[in-house]
T-cell receptor, first 113, second 117 residues
Framework: DAKTTQPTSMDCAEGRAANLPCNHSTISGNEYVYWYRQIHSQGPQYIIH???NNETNEMASLIITEDRKSSTLILPHATLRDTAVYYC??????????????FGKGTHLIIQP | GAVVSQHPSWVICKSGTSVKIECRSLDFQATTMFWYRQFPKQSLMLMAT?????????EQGVEKDKFLINHASLTLSTLTVTSAHPEDSSFYIC?????????????FGPGTRLTVL
């Protein structure tokens, strides 16, 4: 699976959009981009995933560049409860679900009141 | 959304005893479940892959005789830490694979904090 690079930490003001970048320059054609987050002392929470088109659900939007070498997770109106470590993970879809996830260090997003 | 539960949420045991942790997928069937552990200030590390009706596959460095995994049904996997020692104290988290025509996603349980005295 391709390696990902994320900033160590980010701050965002409550009520503003939080934009979390992820670089995955070695991603291959059949690899999806998944985003999870982990709030302190809890299990990771699935947020969203995509292949090449932009995706949106009730939690967030995922913007993937045309060359697929990077992506951005957008939380449109951040709240204090969005403070967490966010993980960007690239998976081979054909076996992605059947393989365990490799968690990097992620981005610690801190929402400021 | 898909819900995965774990029981217990925390456990304290004496050194040398065994502890069993349950992982259940509540609203979907999961032929594949995974077990992870997380030490303080570190990321999750995959321990093993649990497939219903077959033997678990362990990651390198994880002792299969110490961490016994049973996946006897499509909604339940158990992890038994045998002869636990203080160094086994950690946050144990399971996930269940929800796989279908338009989805292939792992959903995580809330975790079990194990403290071995």
């Amino acid at each position: 699976d391709a390696k990902t690079t994320q900033p160590t930490s980010m701050d965002c003001a409550e009520g503003r959009a939080a934009n979390l970048p992820c670089n995955h320059s070695t991603i291959s054609g059949n690899e999806y981009v998944y985003w999870y987050r982990q709030i302190h002392s809890q299990g990771p929470q699935y947020i969203i995933h995509g292949l090449k088109n932009n995706e949106t659900n009730e939690m967030a939007s995922l913007i993937i560049t045309e060359d697929r070498k990077s992506s951005t997770l957008i939380l449109p109106h951040a709240t204090l409860r969005d403070t967490a470590v966010y993980y960007c993970i690239v998976l081979n879809y054909s076996g992605g679900g059947a393989d365990g996830l490799t968690f990097g260090k992620g981005t610690h997003l801190i929402i400021q009141p | 959304g898909a819900v995965v539960s774990q029981h217990p949420s925390w456990v304290i045991c004496k050194s040398g005893t065994s502890v069993k942790i349950e992982c259940r997928s509540l609203d979907f069937q999961a032929t594949t479940m995974f077990w992870y552990r997380q030490f303080p200030k570190q990321s999750l590390m995959l321990m093993a892959t649990s497939n219903e009706g077959s033997k678990a596959t362990y990651e390198q460095g994880v002792e299969k005789d110490k961490f016994l995994i049973n996946h006897a049904s499509l909604t339940l996997s158990t992890l038994t830490v045998t002869s636990a020692h203080p160094e086994d104290s950690s946050f144990y988290i399971c996930s269940a694979r929800r796989w279908g025509r338009s989805t292939d996603t792992q959903y995580f349980g809330p975790g079990t904090r194990l403290t071995v005295l």
